[in-house]
């Protein structure tokens, strides 16, 4: 496991005044990350995932949770909830087998729906990927998710139709 990038952390602020950090994820998250998943609504987590899942799995949580952040990289907004760190939101990316693309995912709890933290959290994201030397970073957005297809457009993602399934479009930005 690589060392933690603990200089990557940064306390924000939201525009409703609260206090958020935007850090790595650590491997000690892993409840914190099954109890993320299990809080979201089944349309947030299809939205995410693509398609209905009930429950995410004890070795999609340690996945998520134990990454080498290089290849593997993610980050998780944490708010202060009755005096105990709470997840959120993260935003990830996994190397792509070429090397020099990575693919992303970003997922917000659904109290915590246009805050401004998705927008932290790929910020965080993209310039890691640079850091990282990826050339391009790429995801696949349902085409009804409207509203990421907007947030993606805003971050400057150009999207491209997938011919082989009508049903979703990929978002690609030049690093």
């Given at each position: 496991?690589?060392?933690?990038?603990?200089?990557?952390?940064?306390?924000?602020?939201?525009?409703?005044?609260?206090?958020?950090?935007?850090?790595?994820?650590?491997?000690?998250?892993?409840?914190?990350?099954?109890?993320?998943?299990?809080?979201?609504?089944?349309?947030?987590?299809?939205?995410?995932?693509?398609?209905?899942?009930?429950?995410?799995?004890?070795?999609?949580?340690?996945?998520?949770?134990?990454?080498?952040?290089?290849?593997?990289?993610?980050?998780?907004?944490a708010a202060l909830r009755d005096g105990?760190?709470?997840?959120?939101?993260?935003?990830?990316?996994?190397?792509?087998?070429?090397?020099?693309?990575?693919?992303?995912?970003?997922?917000?709890?659904?109290d915590w729906h246009r805050t401004g933290?998705?927008?932290?959290?790929?910020?965080?994201?993209?310039?890691?990927?640079?850091?990282?030397?990826?050339?391009?970073?790429?995801?696949?957005?349902?085409?009804?998710?409207?509203?990421?297809?907007?947030?993606?457009?805003?971050?400057?993602?150009?999207?491209?139709?997938?011919?082989?399934?009508?049903?979703?479009?990929?978002?690609?930005?030049?690093?």
């Amino acid at each position: 496991m690589a060392e933690y990038p603990a200089h990557l952390a940064r306390e924000r602020r939201l525009a409703d005044g609260r206090a958020v950090l935007i850090r790595p994820i650590r491997s000690d998250d892993e409840p914190g990350e099954r109890e993320f998943f299990d809080q979201l609504s089944g349309e947030t987590r299809y939205l995410r995932f693509q398609k209905w899942v009930k429950a995410v799995g004890d070795k999609l949580v340690h996945f998520f949770t134990h990454i080498d952040y290089d290849r593997h990289m993610a980050f998780v907004c944490a708010a202060l909830r009755d005096g105990r760190e709470e997840l959120v939101g993260e935003a990830r990316y996994v190397a792509n087998p070429d090397g020099r693309s990575c693919e992303f995912g970003v997922v917000i709890a659904d109290d915590w729906h246009r805050t401004g933290i998705a927008g932290l959290l790929m910020e965080a994201l993209i310039r890691a990927a640079r850091a990282h030397g990826f050339e391009t970073m790429e995801g696949m957005v349902l085409r009804t998710n409207d509203e990421m297809l907007r947030f993606t457009r805003a971050l400057g993602f150009e999207t491209i139709a997938v011919p082989e399934d009508a049903t979703i479009v990929r978002v690609v930005k030049k690093l």
